[in-house]
């Protein structure tokens, strides 16, 4: 069964095929808000005009109560104009390595130490990796691999990696082989380490219990065959 199916009947589901048109189908809760507005993910996308490739089928977004076109209790409709993506920038209390160093006999000695500092999901991301990678040139790296991501999302791959290999003297071959590979990879493992550290963070917030079941919700549908529909369900 469909992931929709959890929330509408096919009479619904015709009903609003019907009666509107360009809007995104939202699954939501009342509790989820951030910064003033809804945080929900994607079900449907019912013909769309213009779409916006940022956003796709079971992907968070967050919307603001007075542009949604029509609700029940778990389900809205909102014009794609006025969605945008989920961004998570909750910051979370992080242990992280630090280079001290102190004088002894006239000569200054490093030693590793930890301390705990407040960091978003992006600074967690930079921070451990360059824990991870290490070395004197790491910090080049980070930076080339972040940048190659930035710009393929305006100019596309080839154009991106031919600009980062330029700016940051690293050969095509070992960026698009080597290190793109490993960073994606390492990208993943620690989305995957800052969900869970956020997980442990939710004690009382309504607001953020109610987003971590949305990201629950989502994860445990993610198998639902679900595709994108342009006309009329029969």
């Known amino acids: 069964m469909n992931e929709i199916n959890n929330f509408l009947n096919e009479d619904q589901i015709n009903n609003i095929f019907n009666q509107f048109s360009n809007v995104y189908v939202i699954n939501y809760d ?29 992907s968070f977004v967050m919307f603001r109560k007075n542009k949604i076109k029509w609700s029940n209790e778990n389900i809205c409709l909102v014009d794609p104009y006025w969605v945008k993506p989920f961004i998570n920038n909750e910051k979370l209390n992080i242990k992280v390595e630090i280079l001290k160093s102190k004088v002894d006999d006239d000569k200054r000695l490093y030693y590793k130490d930890y301390e705990y500092i407040e ?5 967690f991301i930079k921070r451990r990796i360059l824990e991870i990678v290490g070395g004197k040139n790491s910090y080049t790296l980070i930076e080339a691999f972040f940048n190659f991501n930035e710009r393929k999302s305006f100019v596309g791959y080839y154009k991106a990696l031919n600009e980062t290999s ?7 071959e070992i960026l698009s082989k080597k290190i793109i590979p490993q960073m994606n990879n390492l990208l993943k493992k620690l989305k995957k380490e800052w969900q ?5 963070e939710i004690k009382n917030d309504k607001a953020k219990q109610a987003i971590d079941q949305l990201i629950k919700k989502n994860k445990e549908n993610k198998s639902a065959n679900i595709i994108k529909l342009n006309s009329k369900t029969s």
């Open 166 to 172: 330029k700016h940051y003297l690293i050969e095509h």
């Open 196 to 200: 869970e550290l956020y997980i442990q």
């Open 119 to 123: 960091l978003t999901l992006n600074q």
């Open 30 to 58: 009342k509790n989820a808000v951030k910064d003033k507005e809804y945080v929900g993910s994607v079900l449907l996308k019912v013909n769309i005009k213009k779409d916006k490739p940022s956003i796709k089928l079971h």
